[in-house]
């Protein structure tokens, strides 16, 4: 079984600063994906980054990256240069080749002006 | 591309009704995956279906139910309506089942029973 842990329920940066979300998870499996979702206040959630966790490489788009640790199981999420438009709620998640998508539990991210 | 599409996007029910939910996938998209979503228990997964195939099933019990059709559009249905079951209910929609793919998620569909 998977679990994913986010242990900050709520964190907050300033503009144009940088912050970090924590995450760490547990499977079995061997071959999975990790992801981090954004869901903005009232709106749909959607895809902010995702890993493989074959790929030692860290993904990054744009403004965000993640630091992923296979063997400390841990995928943190990096948001340099936070933007007022960044305030939502971020869930890490996990998947397996069933597509059994595990969330966490969220943090809720307020980008202060 | 239209994306996901859930309806009804407000629903208020009694307790002891039974409600269905819809999910129109974005077009060529054959999974689509279930979620609920609630402030105690955050998002949880209740089922995917790929190609009207039940892939997958989250840890709910058997009043949850679903099904998809041969055009990729899903139903779920919850019988017995339980005052606990009052939660906004994701679905997501992605090319194939295996968990490489991107899932696209709809607006939802928030249940509330009385």
């Known amino acids: 079984a998977q679990t994913v842990t986010q242990s900050q329920p709520e964190m907050s940066v300033q503009e144009a600063e940088t912050v970090t979300l924590s995450c760490t998870y547990d499977?079995?499996?061997?071959?999975?994906?990790l992801f981090w979702y954004k869901q903005p206040p009232s709106r749909q959630m959607i895809l902010v980054i995702r890993?493989?966790?074959?790929?030692?490489q860290n993904a990054t788009e744009n403004r965000f990256s993640v630091n992923f640790q296979k063997a400390a199981k841990s995928f943190s999420l990096k948001i340099s240069d936070s933007q007022l438009g960044d305030t939502a709620m971020y869930f890490c998640?996990?998947?397996?080749?069933?597509?059994?998508?595990?969330f966490g539990a969220g943090t809720r991210l307020t980008v202060k002006p | 591309k239209a994306g996901v599409t859930q309806t009804p996007r407000y629903l208020i029910k009694t307790r002891g009704q039974q409600v269905t939910l819809s999910c129109s996938p974005i077009?060529?998209?054959?999974?689509v995956s279930w979620y609920q979503q609630t402030p105690g228990q955050g998002l949880q997964f209740l089922f995917e279906y790929f190609s009207e195939t039940q892939r997958n099933k989250g840890n709910f019990p058997g009043r949850f139910s679903g099904r998809q059709f041969s055009n990729s559009r899903s139903e779920m249905n919850v019988s017995t309506l339980e005052l606990g079951d009052s939660a906004l209910y994701l679905c997501?929609?992605?090319?194939?089942?295996?968990?490489?793919?991107?899932?696209?998620f709809g607006p939802g569909t928030r249940l509330t029973v009385t």
């Open positions: 499977t079995s499996e061997n071959n999975y994906y």
């Open positions: 998640a996990s998947s397996n080749n069933n597509n059994d998508m595990r």
């Open positions: 997501a929609s992605s090319l194939g089942h295996q968990g490489a793919y991107e899932q696209y």
């Open positions: 890993q493989e966790a074959y790929k030692q």
């Open positions: 077009s060529g998209h054959r999974s």
